[in-house]
């Protein structure tokens, strides 16, 4: 196979295929936290592809360059955590100088993103999967973010949806979001085996 | 003073409690849900995951707690992961040494504990701010409520799924094990579920 | 000078903590390394003596780097089995390739020429659980003990119990079928091949 179809298979695959939160339950909890209003989710997302691009990218470097085959190996959680730390900080100031209305769009979603399950799994995963170029870790982070903001969209547009829904008293709120998600998942099986 | 010290001793109780049942971080602060999920296809990785936490829970607290004062507004947060990282790397190296089997199934699940929202929520909201022994206990609360959430739900996974629990067969022959209790769809509504089961009860309750 | 100190001031509890817990894990670390290795060769020793009880050690005989059918490349590790008297018994090697999800690692035996499976064990797999797991189970596995070491064949019907090329498919986990099927030729086809060439197993003369 070359490149470009790697490349592209393992975009879809990350997307829809592997999604993070409906097969991996990566970001369950601002899956569940802020999934109520799509506006809100949309920006979420869109906070998280960002972020997630950045230190899915940065820890592959750092993986390849400095950890692979030395006694370093052992912190390599510690560097990511780190890392990710670090990008969300860096995003949050860089958003408040230069861009502050996207800042005020977004910005309130950025501290929450340093225990999103998600970013820090992603870069786990990259290096469980053992990718081993920069194009397809750059990809797959990207991938994922998308993959992200597009299962948080889906649930937000039921949520909306689900208030106007005569939902037992017992089972409102975040039990009925995951009973949602439950069968958004068994959805998503169906792309299960596409690719890979 | 002996009033004073038999005030402590309720508020220890109290504290312990509180993480078993009306703070249960799964079921009442719907904190960790990204290894409540995951990892309950069985009672086994359920439990393995739920000691890890407990470790790594108790190990944080004592530390935060130690430090608290010294701690800078701005650079807290930083300070947290750091202490959670070290440590969860820790539990890593230990299960991969002495319970390989279950660090294999559990795999990139270990690690993620460093964003498990319970421990940074207890850093921030109870070792940062209290004594040590309340930290600690207020750890092993917490460490064992969040055992216990994941156990019952492990367990009604693989029983479902299998037939089985601990490996050893439970239900009749009749039974036909449900496959799809082991998938992610399984976990969600089986959760979903519960939750329910939990408000139905605590509203019964009061 | 008092931006130095003022970033002292500020971090001094950070970078203090950050050596400390660096030196704490570095002693965890060198504690549990030997006992990880030893997991490690255990769980593989443990598979192959499964699939060859006869063999009472096995030599790590040679290691060749493998493509699999994505057209990654890993290392395989050849053991020759050591049977009782120091004859060879056979060999296993480890070797993996995509499955339905994720990547399927395996160990497969053949006997000493290459002629015939001993059967394959698995080393890792992340397949749905009810269904692609199933490759796990002796319905499946025990179709390739005694099979010839060639070409494989996965067919959807058939006798179960002939010893033969054709491998049944597990109904509701034909693609993790296949994908074991796939791993297990295009590996043994390479690996047979460069055998041959480093002189360790004569070209079926």
Same mark, same amino acid.
């Given at each position: 196979?070359?490149?470009?179809?790697?490349?592209?298979?393992?975009?879809?695959?990350?997307?829809?295929?592997?999604?993070?939160?409906?097969?991996?339950?990566?970001?369950?909890?601002?899956?569940?936290?802020?999934?109520?209003?799509?506006?809100?989710?949309?920006?979420?997302?869109?906070?998280?592809?960002?972020?997630?691009?950045?230190?899915?990218?940065?820890?592959?470097?750092?993986?390849?360059?400095?950890?692979?085959?030395?006694?370093?190996?052992?912190?390599?959680?510690?560097?990511?955590?780190?890392?990710?730390?670090?990008?969300?900080?860096?995003?949050?100031?860089?958003?408040?100088?230069?861009?502050?209305?996207?800042?005020?769009?977004?910005?309130?979603?950025?501290?929450?993103?340093?225990?999103?399950?998600?970013?820090?799994?992603?870069?786990?995963?990259?290096?469980?999967?053992?990718?081993?170029?920069?194009?397809?870790?750059?990809?797959?982070?990207?991938?994922?973010?998308?993959?992200?903001?597009?299962?948080?969209?889906?649930?937000?547009?039921?949520?909306?949806?689900?208030?106007?829904?005569?939902?037992?008293?017992?089972?409102?709120?975040?039990?009925?979001?995951?009973?949602?998600?439950?069968?958004?998942?068994?959805?998503?099986?169906?792309?299960?085996?596409?690719?890979? | 003073?002996?009033?004073?010290?038999?005030?402590?001793?309720?508020?220890?109780?109290?504290?312990?409690?509180?993480?078993?049942?009306?703070?249960?971080?799964?079921?009442?602060?719907?904190?960790?849900?990204?290894?409540?999920?995951?990892?309950?296809?069985?009672?086994?990785?359920?439990?393995?995951?739920?000691?890890?936490?407990?470790?790594?829970?108790?190990?944080?607290?004592?530390?935060?707690?130690?430090?608290?004062?010294?701690?800078?507004?701005?650079?807290?947060?930083?300070? =947290? #992961? +750091?202490?959670?990282?070290?440590?969860?790397? *820790?539990?890593? /190296? &230990?299960?991969?040494?002495?319970?390989? $089997?279950?660090?294999?199934?559990?795999?990139?699940?270990?690690?993620?504990?460093?964003?498990?929202?319970?421990?940074?929520?207890?850093?921030?909201?109870?070792?940062?701010?209290?004594?040590?022994?309340?930290?600690?206990?207020?750890?092993?609360?917490?460490?064992?409520? =969040? #055992? +216990?959430?994941?156990?019952?739900?492990?367990? *009604?996974?693989? /029983? &479902?799924?299998?037939?089985?629990?601990? $490996?050893?067969?439970?239900?009749?022959?009749?039974?036909?094990?449900?496959?799809?209790?082991?998938?992610?769809?399984?976990?969600?509504?089986?959760?979903?579920?519960?939750?329910?089961?939990?408000?139905?009860?605590?509203?019964?309750?009061? | 000078?008092?931006?130095?100190?003022?970033?002292?001031?500020?971090?001094?509890?950070?970078?203090?903590?950050?050596?400390?817990?660096?030196?704490?894990?570095?002693?965890?670390?060198?504690?549990?390394?030997?006992?990880?290795?030893?997991?490690?060769?255990?769980?593989?020793?443990?598979?192959?003596?499964?699939?060859?009880?006869?063999?009472?050690?096995?030599?790590?005989?040679?290691?060749?780097?493998?493509?699999?059918?994505?057209?990654?490349?890993?290392?395989?590790?050849?053991?020759?089995?050591?049977?009782?008297?120091?004859?060879?018994?056979?060999?296993?090697?480890?070797?993996?390739?995509?499955?339905?999800?994720?990547?399927?690692?395996?160990?497969?035996?053949?006997?000493?020429?290459?002629?015939?499976?001993?059967?394959?064990?698995?080393?890792?797999?992340?397949?749905?659980?009810?269904?692609?797991?199933?490759?796990?189970?002796?319905?499946?596995?025990?179709?390739?003990?005694?099979?010839?070491?060639?070409?494989?064949?996965?067919?959807?019907?058939?006798?179960?119990?002939?010893?033969?090329?054709?491998?049944?498919?597990?109904?509701?986990?034909?693609?993790?079928?296949?994908?074991?099927?796939?791993?297990?030729?295009?590996?043994?086809?390479?690996?047979?091949?460069?055998?041959?060439?480093?002189?360790?197993?004569?070209?079926?003369?």
């Amino acid at each position: 196979m070359d490149t470009v179809t790697t490349l592209v298979l393992g975009f879809i695959s990350i997307v829809v295929v592997n999604n993070l939160v409906l097969t991996k339950f990566l970001g369950i909890c601002p899956y569940l936290g802020v999934s109520g209003r799509i506006d809100m989710a949309f920006g979420m997302g869109l906070a998280v592809t960002f972020v997630v691009t950045l230190s899915g990218t940065l820890t592959w470097l750092i993986d390849h360059l400095i950890l692979m085959g030395t006694p370093f190996e052992v912190t390599r959680y510690v560097c990511f955590i780190m890392v990710i730390a670090g990008a969300v900080q860096l995003v949050e100031m860089y958003l408040r100088k230069f861009f502050p209305s996207l800042y005020d769009s977004f910005g309130i979603f950025l501290p929450l993103i340093t225990t999103n399950c998600a970013i820090l799994g992603l870069c786990l995963f990259i290096n469980l999967w053992g990718i081993d170029n920069l194009a397809e870790a750059v990809v797959l982070s990207f991938g994922a973010g998308i993959g992200f903001t597009m299962a948080i969209c889906i649930m937000a547009g039921i949520r909306e949806n689900l208030n106007l829904a005569n939902v037992p008293e017992n089972l409102q709120g975040a039990p009925i979001t995951l009973i949602t998600a439950g069968l958004l998942s068994l959805a998503f099986m169906g792309f299960a085996g596409m690719i890979r | 003073m002996a009033n004073e010290l038999e005030l402590s001793g309720n508020q220890y109780k109290d504290t312990f409690l509180a993480g078993l049942w009306r703070e249960n971080p799964v079921f009442r602060l719907l904190l960790g849900m990204c290894p409540t999920l995951a990892v309950t296809t069985a009672l086994k990785p359920a439990l393995t995951m739920g000691y890890s936490v407990i470790f790594v829970l108790l190990c944080s607290n004592i530390v935060v707690s130690l430090m608290r004062n010294l701690l800078k507004p701005h650079l807290r947060i930083l300070m =947290f #992961t +750091l202490t959670i990282a070290t440590f969860v790397t *820790i539990v890593d /190296i &230990f299960l991969k040494a002495f319970q390989p $089997e279950m660090s294999a199934m559990l795999g990139p699940y270990v690690p993620l504990i460093i964003v498990n929202c319970i421990i940074i929520c207890r850093a921030e909201v109870c070792a940062s701010k209290n004594g040590l022994g309340v930290s600690i206990i207020d750890a092993l609360g917490m460490g064992i409520g =969040f #055992t +216990l959430a994941l156990s019952v739900l492990g367990a *009604i996974r693989e /029983i &479902f799924s299998t037939g089985k629990i601990f $490996e050893i067969q439970i239900m009749p022959d009749w039974f036909v094990p449900c496959a799809a209790m082991a998938m992610p769809a399984g976990a969600f509504i089986t959760l979903g579920m519960l939750l329910g089961l939990v408000n139905l009860i605590s509203k019964r309750k009061s | 000078m008092s931006k130095i100190k003022y970033f002292l001031k500020q971090s001094w509890l950070l970078i203090i903590c950050s050596f400390c817990f660096g030196l704490l894990i570095a002693v965890v670390n060198a504690a549990c390394l030997d006992r990880i290795e030893k997991n490690k060769i255990e769980k593989l020793n443990s598979l192959m003596s499964g699939l060859m009880p006869k063999a009472e050690q096995f030599e790590k005989a040679e290691s060749f780097t493998i493509k699999t059918t994505q057209g990654k490349e890993f290392e395989s590790n050849i053991y020759k089995a050591i049977g009782s008297g120091g004859v060879v018994d056979g060999w296993a090697f480890n070797c993996q390739g995509p499955g339905f999800q994720d990547k399927i690692e395996l160990v497969v035996s053949v006997d000493k020429v290459f002629a015939r499976f001993n059967g394959f064990a698995i080393l890792a797999s992340n397949e749905t659980p009810g269904f692609g797991d199933r490759i796990k189970n002796s319905f499946y596995r025990n179709q390739y003990i005694g099979a010839p070491a060639g070409e494989l064949q996965l067919v959807k019907t058939g006798n179960t119990e002939t010893i033969d090329s054709k491998i049944v498919a597990i109904s509701g986990a034909t693609v993790s079928s296949k994908s074991v099927l796939n791993i297990i030729n295009s590996n043994v086809r390479q690996i047979k091949a460069k055998m041959i060439d480093k002189g360790l197993l004569s070209n079926g003369k």
